[in-house]
């Protein structure tokens, strides 16, 4: 048990103190932005980059994997729009809680987890995550809020093209697709450029996992309660109980014959608590009292629920 809270302590500590030093005013919220913006613009996609070009294609990108990745999170998603399709719930916070139980903060918070973990196989599964997340899950979830709006006569088409665009504008998404063609021409990055992408990976999870801990300051915490538990739930247990299951039954079918040690860091990654963006995108749709309860409370309960997977796992 103490190995598996050398894992997950440290993490939740940088948390700890990311909350600490904003709510004691050494950063304030703004600096916090700036670091954010470091690690998502700079830090983020060189890591991702380095990891891709650096390992052979077949072992950064195995369809498997994303396969079963995807399932287990559409298939999170889609209970969860069941759910509050029967509960007296409308469409904005239903958009909103779909999002948080399929779209984890596998970048911020699922990274430096599995680099304690499975740091073997921790690049690849992040990889692989990211692009199932931002492929799949993030513009499905964009999808839903913006149809919980008037169209104003905009074509289905128009936005979902809107949505994807906007997503391969991101320098995560170009840095990884430039390690990807990098791994499939059998490229060797030049030493001095691989120390430049590795110094910019290793600054990654410090800086985000406190950037996580600041923007916990001063959330609205007023909203409905009772469905930012149901949001917390499906995310923590839902979500990775559904990759376990999905795991188990490719195995029985002999459809799957995943690595234990990535199968366990696809289960673990479905168990991160939801995307850093989470209770912003909610304000604009006028629910971020609830979503910032959701969000508070996955990283809350995530240190226990994390531990406790690990050790089931490990």
């Not at 891709?52 to 950064?60: F, G, Q």
């Not at 692989?128 to 088409?157: H, K, T, Y």
């Not at 209770?279 to 309960?301: E, P, R």
Request: hydrophobic share 55%.
């Amino acid at each position: 048990m103490f190995e598996i809270i050398g894992i997950t302590f440290p993490v939740f500590g940088l948390i700890a103190l990311g909350y600490a030093v904003v709510w004691k005013g050494l950063f304030s919220q703004d600096d916090l932005k700036v670091f954010g913006k470091y690690v998502l613009n700079i830090a983020l996609p060189a890591l991702l980059f380095s990891a891709l070009a650096r390992n052979p294609i077949s072992e950064v990108f195995q369809p498997e994997y994303i396969a079963i990745y995807g399932i287990a999170s559409l298939g999170s998603m889609g209970l969860s729009y069941l759910w509050f399709t029967l509960r007296p719930t409308g469409p904005a916070r239903r958009a909103i809680a779909v999002m948080g139980a399929g779209c984890p903060n596998s970048g911020y918070l699922g990274l430096p987890i599995l680099m304690l973990a499975f740091p073997n196989v921790a690049a690849s599964a992040i990889s692989m995550n990211l692009i199932v997340e931002n492929l799949v899950m993030v513009p499905l979830s964009l999808l839903l809020l913006d149809l919980s709006r008037p169209r104003d006569g905009q074509s289905m088409a128009k936005l979902l093209g809107g949505i994807f665009l906007g997503i391969l504008k991101r320098p995560m998404i170009i840095g990884m697709i430039l390690g990807m063609l990098t791994s499939i021409l059998g490229g060797h990055l030049p030493v001095p450029f691989e120390r430049l992408t590795t110094l910019l990976a290793g600054s990654t999870a410090p800086i985000a996992l406190m950037v996580i801990g600041g923007s916990l300051v001063g959330l609205p915490l007023q909203g409905n309660l009772s469905m930012a538990l149901q949001i917390v739930v499906t995310k923590l247990i839902l979500h990775p109980a559904l990759a376990a299951l999905t795991i188990m039954a490719g195995a029985a079918l002999g459809l799957s014959g995943m690595d234990p040690t990535l199968a366990a860091a696809l289960i673990v990654s479905a168990s991160m608590p939801m995307l850093g963006i989470y209770a912003i995108l909610a304000q604009d749709y006028g629910h971020a009292g609830m979503a910032s309860m959701a969000m508070l409370g996955s990283v809350v309960f995530g240190f226990f629920t994390s531990s406790a997977l690990l050790f089931l796992l490990l």
